[in-house]
């Protein structure tokens, strides 16, 4: 990745509201997570990784290129193409999710190697398995932003949950006792339970309403996962129950992820809800398999005509809202697309 490529990305300023919640519902040992998807742009991909493949980081000014071998095989939802997920779950039981926080701010890393906000999850995705073994790893590898400020939700097979943000140039780490509720949206952690201990059942008196903001669907979610304590037997109805209580206009993609059961369910603003088994799939292949969101059908294998096609497609809708010009948006496709195609010296 050449230095003009590097100072594309940090001087584009998004406009796009952007509004996503997640959270993990427990029964027992058993875990589901919960994402929206809220955001502008429709276009997204489902992609099936493959295990064995030898990988190398999207290069970045000032860190070498990351290399690794994908040991788990995964499932990823993308917006930007393969290896650039906003997340997913691997064979293992492990979920990472992302949601935006524009107040971000990422350690200087020094000595660390980094990789960019979305790659670092398709790493943890196929190198990790459990939280403590990718919490351990943040010694090792950093998270520099390309173009969004993010903060991460992450669930495992055995109940463990984290959640990872950059405040003030500080890695912040909320599990066990420091993670009482459970819900990610667009705020801070710590500010989001300081709003939430002023409603009416947390310690204060303010009513619980809905609405699009953030700190609003944060109480809300709390107080329907709250509401399920000591209810009937849990399962991913009531995960999208939740979710639907908090959808907002542009939610695009609703996904519950079921580690105890290796599948993914998922539904969009255009189809109806789609499950996806794990256990059904051979990881141990050439070439992942994907499909568009939205579509129905089968997955099919990836080829370059079509990884082209895509990012043509879903950057375009970036240039027609604003956010990128035409100019930038080849700058874009030009460098992910070689990106791809060389890993996966794909036909």
Known sequence: MNVKFFVLFITISWHLTVACTIFSLQDGDRVFVGKNFDWPIDDGLICLN????????????????????????????NQFGLEFPLGGMNEAGLVIEEASYSLSRYPDWNSVATLNEFQWIQYCLDTKATVPELIRSLSEIGIKPLFIRLHYFVCDLFGACVIIEFIDGELK?????????????????ENSLDYLRRHAGYGGNLPIRTGPESPVRFVRTTVLLDSLVNEKTIDRSDVFSILESVKQNDTQWQIVYDPGTMSVHYRTHNILQQQICLSDWN??????????????GPFREFTSDFSIAY?????????????LS???SDEFQLHFSDYILNLYKSK
């Open 311 to 323: 990012l043509n497609e879903v950057f375009g809708q970036y240039v027609s809202l604003g956010e």
């Open 50 to 77: 493959p295990s064995g493949i030898q990988k190398s980081g999207l290069r970045q000014e000032g860190s070498d290129a990351i290399r690794w071998v994908s040991t788990y095989g995964s499932i990823s939802f």
């Open 326 to 328: 035409v100019t930038e």
């Open 283 to 296: 990881y141990k292949i050439e070439q992942p398999m994907i499909k568009k969101l939205g579509m129905s």
């Open 173 to 189: 780490i909320y599990s066990g006792e420091s993670l009482p509720k459970p819900v990610l949206t667009n705020n801070s952690y």
